[in-house]
């Protein structure tokens, strides 16, 4: 069974940083497509970052230019190095898997909470 287990959530002041860390368990993380979201409270599932097989990759628009998504396969792993973190960078961030790029997002994790205040 392939589970998916994040980590790295906290509190942050605003303008500090944040590397949350995923791994994937039951199977190799090379043989998937990965990503990360995040709910806020009261608001819809936002997309955030996504990283290919290939290494290729993409961001939401909210956190381009402040995020970065990231590959380890020999760890099984994906991060997401938060930079400049803003008061609304505040929700559950959710790792997640696919097998094709054009298949749904049908892996997910439990959920590590990152909250921004001062």
């Known amino acids: 069974q392939v589970q998916l287990v994040e980590s790295g959530g906290g509190l942050v002041q605003p303008g500090g940083s944040l590397r949350l860390s995923c791994v994937l368990h039951g199977n190799s993380s090379a043989n998937y497509n990965m990503g990360w979201f995040r709910r806020a409270p009261g608001k819809e599932r936002e997309f955030v970052a996504f990283?290919?097989?290939?290494?290729?990759?993409s961001y939401g628009g909210s956190v381009r230019g402040r995020f970065t998504i990231s590959r380890d396969n020999a760890k099984n792993s994906v991060y997401l190095q938060m930079n400049s973190l803003k008061f609304e960078d505040t929700a559950t961030y959710y790792c997640?898997?696919?097998?094709?790029?054009?298949?749904?997002?049908?892996?997910w994790g439990q959920g590590t909470q990152v909250t921004v205040s001062s």
């Open positions: 997640a898997a696919k097998w094709d790029a054009y298949d749904s997002w049908n892996l």
């Open positions: 990283i290919g097989r290939d290494s290729t990759f």
